[in-house]
């Protein structure tokens, strides 16, 4: 017979506080074998979903996503349809993930250069940071022709 596991090893074993083992349950994203006293027992297939739920957490998947797209149970039954659909749907995922890198880079750069050029401030490195905000507003908002370049581009320093 499979060793089942206790809510409390489980929660020691994956560092997952009980609260939350619990709520997975009430959601149904992990529903544990119930004994007859009602005690929830876990078996080593629970352990491994739960654990890739911890790893797409850790990729920002929200719980309604993992809950919605991914059927950790029946592997042997997935058809080519629903691989499509989740293939399609971790794409998107990725993309978004690309997004926010690409933000996260240009965050990172005028971070870079604003410390740099209170560090050593001149004409110069004032210029070189104006021009870095003139090109990330820009990115911010190519999405709308309508914002006045009045006094935007006209920065000196």
Known sequence: MEKLYSIQEVSRMLGMPKDTLRYYDRIGIVSP??????YR???K???IDLMNIQIMQY???TLDEIRGKFSFRNMDNIDHAYCEE???FLDAKNAETRKKI??????SRLLDLAAETLRDFNNESDQRLAETVREIYKDIHKKEPG???EGCGEYQG
């Open 33 to 38: 074998y119930r004994e007859d006293n009602r």
């Open 41 to 43: 027992r876990y078996s």
């Open 45 to 47: 297939n629970d352990l």
């Open 59 to 61: 990729a920002d998947f």
């Open 86 to 88: 989740v293939a399609a």
């Open 102 to 107: 690409a933000h996260l880079e240009k965050v």
């Open 147 to 149: 914002i006045s370049k």
